[in-house]
Structures are given as structure tokens and as C-alpha cells.
């Protein structure tokens, strides 16, 4: 009888653990701080699922969830419009493109590379502070 309540005990032992030790596959992802986050040349405003984003000739949207890994990582996905100086004519069609937001955030500084998804063209990478305006200056 002892070694059966022994062999009981044992396993109700086990189970509990599994029950209370995290799985290694499910880590917590992490949300962007939302506001405006800007550097030279890029200003971003971040809500709560989406973000807007403008650039000195162009502007960008990302749609959500706008999460980070347990590393501050991301990928996101999105558009990028390139603009152009002067006017913008009534039937004037938007120079719209699919775009991949890619980096990593650490403290409250963002790295962001930006690439269009139909020609794998990298627009370019910058350097973000959170609470920072950013200097954009639009085309003309």
C-alpha cells in the first residue's frame, strides 16, 4: 500500500508541474509604446492597432496588431506611397505599393527598414526615438 500512495503521490507531482511550467513555445508578445515616435527624415504616429507613417516624399500606413517579439523584434506589414512635389491632380492615381516594416526596438529607440513587397526594393532604414516629433521635410 505504501508503494502504491508513493507511485500516486509521484504522479500527481509530475502533473502539477506540467501544469504550472510554462510551455517554451508560448512567450508573451510585447506591444509598441503607441504615440509619436520620429527621426531624421520620418515621423511616426502609433495608435492602437495601426500607425501612420510620413516620410520627407512619401507617407505610410501599418495595420496591426503591432507587436515585438521577446527580443523586440518585428515585421509588420503595410503600404508606402511614394508622393512627388507640386500639385496632385483629381484623377491623379496614388503611387501605392505593399510594404514590409522590419526591426527591433530597444529602450526608446526603433530601428525600421522599409521594403516594398512587389519589387523588393528597400526604401530605406531609420532611426526612431519614442516621444520625438522627427524632421520631415515634404516634397515641393
Given amino acids: 500500500m505504501v508503494w502504491q ?10 502533473l502539477v508541474l506540467l501544469l504550472v511550467t510554462p510551455t517554451p513555445g508560448k512567450r508573451r508578445k510585447q506591444r509598441i509604446a503607441g504615440g ?23 507617407n505610410g500606413s501599418i495595420t496591426g496588431p503591432l507587436s515585438l517579439d521577446s527580443k523586440g523584434r518585428f515585421t509588420w506589414h503595410g503600404t508606402h506611397v511614394a508622393e512627388h512635389g507640386g500639385p496632385i491632380r483629381s484623377d491623379e492615381t496614388a503611387n501605392q505599393h505593399p510594404a514590409t516594416y522590419t526591426g527591433w526596438i530597444k529602450d526608446d529607440t526603433m530601428t525600421l527598414t522599409v521594403k ?21 521635410f515634404k516634397c515641393r
Fill in 36 to 58: 509619436q515616435w520620429g527621426g531624421q527624415h520620418i515621423r511616426m504616429d502609433v495608435g492602437a492597432n495601426s500607425a501612420t507613417i510620413e516620410y520627407d516624399c512619401a
Fill in 116 to 136: 516594398l513587397t512587389d519589387s523588393n526594393q528597400t526604401i530605406g532604414t531609420f532611426s526612431l526615438t519614442h516621444g520625438h516629433p522627427g524632421r520631415v
Fill in 5 to 14: 500512495d508513493g507511485i500516486r503521490f509521484f504522479i500527481a507531482s509530475g
